[in-house]
């Protein structure tokens, strides 16, 4: 039979999204399991969001902004940026393969640590660029000087997570500027920062303040964390206005739904709540960081909403046990386990079943 797809993506996997609760929770029989799997933030949508969304409903029938004129101005002024550098997309992830279809030809490099998010390399390989795979260091970070030795005449591209999904980890600002000091010019660097809200650290530098200037790099952002937004798929980027430019003529035309752009207008007149559930965000993620390393997990500091547990070939057992006790994790085989900061509550549950798992 005649092949009518790439075979080269057959060695490619899938992307794994978070367990269905509901299916869980009726095959173990119990009346609600919990999702601490895909890094949301569990306190449901914002002020207003609901509202605006319903508005936004009855006009689905006509196209939205192609444009998205009025978010991009919104944008611009909260970051003090012009909109014309702003470019918004069906999630951050969304982006990230625009960013790839706009740099690379087949053969071309983009290099990445790993582990870090699981979409780089399905990204890389859909638009037919090679992925250059960095180790991540003994302390489950980017080493920033092994991915500049990465690069080659080749290389078009370089993601930076921070901080680094899933391990939590996040680079300060010196090894930053030297990684992009010593990054050729005619290299895309796409700092990624779907998890900036939940940063405490002062000496992990906003990229937007601090590096939105420089020629060659994109700043990538979500609404679908912090800003409560995962199901509607909005993320944005800001690049120099050339480079935003082209993007733009790539981007698929009205991926940027009429419901996702109110919806995330409304979500960015909230930025105190915002402010005050990452807190308790972080507060959360202090107790559970403590509370796992009294377990003897070497559980490394985040700067995310999630937590990392570094368990090697006891990840798919882990992972296993906790699913039997109704708590759904996300486990990378055979690396570790990355668990999601959920409510006092549910993180209460997700110890008992971790301490559970390591006993059994």
């Known amino acids: ?3 009518l797809t790439r075979a080269d993506l057959d060695a490619l996997p899938n992307y794994v999204p978070g367990r269905n609760v509901a299916d869980l929770a009726r095959e173990l029989g119990i009346a609600e399991a919990i999702k601490l799997a895909s890094n949301e933030v569990p306190y449901g949508p914002l002020p207003g969001v609901v509202e605006a969304v319903t508005e936004a409903v009855s006009s689905v029938h006509r196209y939205p902004d192609m444009g998205v004129v009025r978010l991009r101005e919104v944008i611009g002024e909260r970051f003090g940026v012009d909109p014309a550098r702003v470019v918004t997309g069906c999630g951050s992830v ?22 870090s998010f699981e979409a780089y390399p399905i990204i890389a390989a859909g638009g037919g660029a090679t992925s250059v795979r960095v180790p991540n260091t003994a302390g489950h970070g980017h080493d920033l000087s092994a991915m500049t030795g990465a690069i080659t005449d080749q290389t078009r591209m370089v993601f930076v997570c921070n901080p680094n999904n899933p391990t939590g980890t996040a680079l300060r600002k010196a090894e930053l500027d030297r990684f992009l000091d010593s990054v050729p010019s005619d290299v895309l660097v796409v700092l990624d920062e779907a998890y900036r809200e939940f940063v405490t650290d002062p000496e992990v530098p906003d990229a937007l303040e601090t ?19 995962a199901g509607l798929r909005m993320g944005y980027l800001v690049a120099q206005p050339e480079v935003a430019a082209t993007i733009r003529k790539v981007v698929t035309p009205f991926s940027t739904s009429t419901v996702a752009q109110a919806a995330a207008l409304a979500a960015l007149e909230q930025e105190d709540e915002v402010r005050r559930r990452c807190s308790l965000v972080v507060a959360e993620r202090s107790r559970l960081t403590e509370a796992l390393r009294k377990l003897s997990i070497d559980v490394p500091e985040s700067q995310a909403n999630f937590v990392w547990l570094p368990l090697g070939d006891r990840t798919a057992a882990f992972a296993a046990a906790c699913e039997n006790r109704g708590v759904i994790v996300r486990g ?17 549950l997700f110890l008992a079943a971790a301490e559970a798992a390591l006993n059994s």
């Open 1 to 3: 039979m005649t092949r």
């Open 94 to 115: 969304a982006l990230a393969e625009i960013l790839a279809k706009s740099t690379c030809l087949p053969g071309d490099e983009i290099v990445y640590s790993w582990r």
């Open 211 to 229: 590096y939105g200037d420089r020629h060659n790099v994109v700043v990538l952002r979500t609404m679908s964390k912090a800003w409560g937004l």
């Open 332 to 348: 990378f085989q055979p690396e570790g386990v990355r668990v999601t900061v959920g409510t006092p509550e549910e993180n209460d």
